[in-house]
C-alpha cells in the first residue's frame, strides 16, 4: 500500500525536486493518481517539460478557498483575502501560509480516495517551521473550528500509512548531520516512516569504471563519511552524470522502485 | 576583492554549495589578521554550529571562537533572544508573539535583517560576514524590511485610524477591551468578525494585543529600512553568490542575482566552489568520470559570467578531499589570499 502524502526533505541541494519528480513518475507508471507538489509557486522547469501531473496552489488561493468554505460563501472569502491586513500578514508569517497548503493537500487527498501528493517540501529549517506551524498555531488559535481543522490535519498525517518522509542527503558531513538532525526531528514529531538516504553516491558502476583516481578519492571520502554515521544498510541513490532530465530519471529509477515497495 | 574587507560581507547561493564552510573560512582569514570579525549564520539549519563545535544551546548568544592564532565572534541567529536583546516590551506575555518567536517560528528572517542591522550600528566589528539561508530564502531576507514596511503600513493604516493618537503601552485589560470594542464597532468589524468565525473570538483579542505590541514597537522593526538604505547607499559591503561544480543550477543563479535588487553589481562576486581546473590535476584525468562532468559544469558557470554581465568579479575555490569540515575549513581560508 503506497502512501497517500509523500514528502521529501533534506538540505538544499540534496536533489529533492529530482527525487519527489522520480516518484511521482513512477507512481504514474503504475497506473497510480500520483501528483506533484511544492510551496514554490515557480514550478521547476523540469517537472512542466515532461507534463508531470502537478497540484499547484498558492498559500493566497488556499485561504481564500478555505475561508470561502468556512464562511459558506467564496465571494465572501475573495473580499476578505483581498485586505491589504490579511496580504500582509501572509507576507510577515510564511508557515501560515504553509500550514494551510498542507492543510489543501490533505483536504485534497481525503476528498479523493485514490489520489497521492508527493510533496516537495522546503529545505530543513524551513520543513521544520512547516510542521511546527501546526503545533504553534494550534497554540495561538486554542479554541474554534480552525483548531478542529488542524486537528484533523494532524490525524491525517499520523495515521499509519498516509505519510512517508524520505529525508535526502549528499555524502558530506554537513548534510549528513543536517539529515540526521530533521530525521529526528519528523520522528519526534509522530511520523515514523521517516527515511533517511544518501543522494548522489559515487559508488556507482560509471565511476569504480572510470580509472580516474580523484573519483576515486572522493569516493573513499564519502565512504569514510557513510560508514561513521551509520552502521547498519543506508539506501544509496548513485550520481547519475547527465546533463539531461529523463537519463537521470531512468539512472534512479531502480533505487526509487525499492523505495516505493516498502510502502 | 579578496584582500580587502568590508563591513559587511553577505554569503548566499544555493543550498549544499559551501555557504557556512566558505564564510567561516572568510571569518577565520580575517581574524588573523587581527581584524575584529563577528560572523553570524541566519540560515535556520545552523550548520555553523557544526563548524564551530558550538551547541544548540548557544543559539542566540554572541559566542567567542578563541584558537592561538585567531579570535573571533559567532552568532547563530535566534528570533526569541534577539527580541530580547533589543529589549522589545513584551511583558504583556502574548501568546501570539511567544509562538513567533520560537527556533521554527517563522519570524527567522525578519528578526535577522533587525539583528544585524543592529550589530552594524554598534561599531563594535570591523567586518560582519552572513552566513544566509539557501536560495530564495536569501530573496526572503532581502524582502524582510519590505515586508514590515508593508505590514506596518498598510494593515496599521486600516486598524489604528480608528483608534486614535493617543494609544498609550499601559493599556489596563479594561482599556483594551474598549479599543477591541472599538475596533469591531468601525469598519474593521466585518472583517474581524469573519475572522472571529474561522478562529474563535480569544484570538482575535490576542492577535489585536499582539497587532499593539508590534506597533509600540514599530521603531524596532523599522531598523530593518536603515538596513535596506545600507545596501542601497554603501560602498563598504561585497556579497558573494557562492556556486558549486557539483550542481548545475545556473538557472537558480540567474534567479537570485536578478532579484537580489537591492544589492549592487559593483560589489558583487560570483564564487566558484568546488573546481577541479585549478592547475593541480593530471591532465588525463579531465576525461574521466566524473570529473569530466565537474570540469563542464565549472566553464558552464565561467561562460554564464562572462555572457550575463550579472557580476563584477569571478573567483574560484578548490574541491577540499576532506572529510571533516573544520579541516575542510581550514584548507578554505589559505586560499582567501
Not at chain 1, 476578505?80 to 500582509?88: D, S, T
Request: with cysteine; aromatic share 8%; glycine share 6%.
Amino acid at each position: 500500500m503506497t502512501s497517500r502524502l509523500i514528502i521529501v526533505s533534506g538540505k538544499g541541494g540534496v536533489g529533492k525536486t529530482t527525487i519527489a519528480h522520480a516518484i511521482t513518475k513512477e507512481l504514474r507508471a503504475r497506473g497510480l493518481n500520483a501528483f506533484y507538489t511544492s510551496f514554490d509557486q515557480n514550478c521547476p522547469s523540469e517537472i512542466l517539460k515532461d507534463g508531470t501531473p502537478r497540484f499547484m496552489t498558492s498559500p493566497e488561493e488556499s485561504s481564500e478557498a478555505y475561508i470561502g468554505l468556512k464562511l459558506n460563501s467564496p465571494l465572501l472569502a475573495k473580499w476578505v483575502m483581498k485586505a491589504p491586513f490579511f496580504k500582509a500578514l501572509f507576507q510577515v508569517l510564511p508557515p501560515l501560509g504553509h500550514m494551510i497548503l498542507l492543510g489543501h493537500y490533505i483536504k485534497e487527498l481525503q476528498d479523493n480516495p485514490e489520489h497521492i501528493v508527493v510533496l516537495d517540501s522546503p529545505a530543513s529549517g524551513h520543513a521544520m517551521s512547516m510542521i511546527s506551524s501546526l503545533s504553534n498555531f494550534k497554540e495561538i488559535f486554542k479554541l474554534g473550528v480552525l483548531v478542529e481543522d488542524i486537528d484533523r490535519m494532524n490525524d491525517f498525517l499520523k495515521t499509519p500509512g498516509n505519510t512517508k518522509v524520505l529525508i535526502s542527503s549528499i555524502p558530506t558531513e554537513m548534510s549528513v548531520e543536517e539529515g540526521l538532525d530533521l530525521t529526528k526531528f519528523f520522528k519526534d514529531w509522530g511520523l515514523d516512516n521517516t527515511e533517511l538516504l544518501i543522494n548522489n553516491s559515487l559508488n556507482s558502476k560509471e565511476v569504480l569504471e572510470s580509472g580516474s583516481s580523484l573519483a576515486h578519492k572522493k569516493l573513499e571520502i564519502e565512504k569514510q563519511i557513510i560508514s561513521r554515521y551509520f552502521s547498519e544498510d543506508i539506501r544509496l541513490i548513485p550520481q547519475v552524470f547527465s546533463h539531461n532530465t529523463s537519463e537521470i530519471l531512468r539512472g534512479i529509477n531502480p533505487i526509487i522502485k525499492g523505495i516505493l515497495s516498502e510502502g | 576583492m579578496k584582500g580587502n574587507h568590508y563591513q559587511l560581507e553577505i554569503f548566499c547561493g544555493t543550498g549544499g554549495v559551501g555557504k557556512t564552510t566558505l564564510a567561516t573560512s572568510r571569518a577565520i582569514y580575517l581574524a588573523k589578521k587581527d581584524l575584529r570579525v563577528l560572523l553570524i549564520t541566519i540560515d535556520p539549519s545552523l550548520r555553523l554550529k557544526q563548524v564551530l563545535s558550538l551547541s544548540d544551546k548557544s543559539a542566540g548568544d554572541i559566542k567567542k571562537v578563541e584558537l592561538e592564532e585567531y579570535c573571533f565572534d559567532a552568532l547563530l541567529m535566534s528570533s526569541q533572544k534577539t527580541f530580547d536583546r533589543l529589549g522589545i516590551d513584551k511583558d504583556k506575555n502574548n501568546k501570539i508573539l511567544e509562538v513567533l518567536m520560537r527556533p521554527n517560528g517563522g519570524m527567522n528572517e525578519i528578526m535577522a535583517i533587525i539583528e544585524v542591522q543592529s550589530q552594524l550600528e554598534s561599531n563594535n566589528y570591523d567586518c560582519i560576514i552572513l552566513d544566509t539561508p539557501p536560495g530564495k530564502h536569501f530573496l526572503d531576507f532581502l524582502d524582510a524590511s519590505k515586508k514590515i514596511d508593508r505590514f506596518f503600513d498598510k494593515s496599521y493604516i486600516e486598524i489604528f485610524k480608528f483608534l486614535g493618537k493617543n494609544l498609550n503601552s499601559q493599556l489596563p485589560s479594561e482599556g483594551k477591551k474598549k479599543i477591541f470594542s472599538k475596533i469591531v464597532s468601525s469598519g474593521v468589524k466585518k472583517l474581524l468578525s469573519y475572522l472571529e468565525r474561522v478562529t474563535g473570538k480569544e484570538f482575535v483579542e490576542t492577535f489585536i494585543e499582539a497587532i499593539f505590541v508590534l506597533h509600540q514597537n514599530k521603531n524596532y522593526f523599522l531598523k530593518a529600512l536603515t538596513f535596506q538604505r545600507f545596501l542601497k547607499e554603501s560602498d563598504n559591503y561585497q556579497w558573494f553568490l557562492v556556486s558549486s561544480t557539483e550542481q548545475s543550477k545556473v538557472k537558480e543563479i540567474i534567479e537570485i542575482a536578478k532579484n537580489a535588487t537591492h544589492l549592487s553589481k559593483e560589489h558583487s562576486v560570483l564564487l566558484i566552489n568546488k573546481c577541479m581546473d585549478m592547475g593541480s590535476i593530471d591532465e588525463d584525468e579531465f576525461s574521466k568520470v566524473p570529473v569530466k562532468y565537474f570540469i563542464e559544469r565549472e566553464h558552464q558557470i565561467i561562460d554564464f559570467f562572462d555572457r550575463s554581465k550579472l557580476f563584477k568579479n569571478l573567483l574560484k575555490f578548490p574541491d577540499i578531499f576532506e572529510a571533516d569540515p573544520k579541516k575542510h575549513v581550514k584548507s578554505l581560508t589559505s586560499h582567501w589570499n
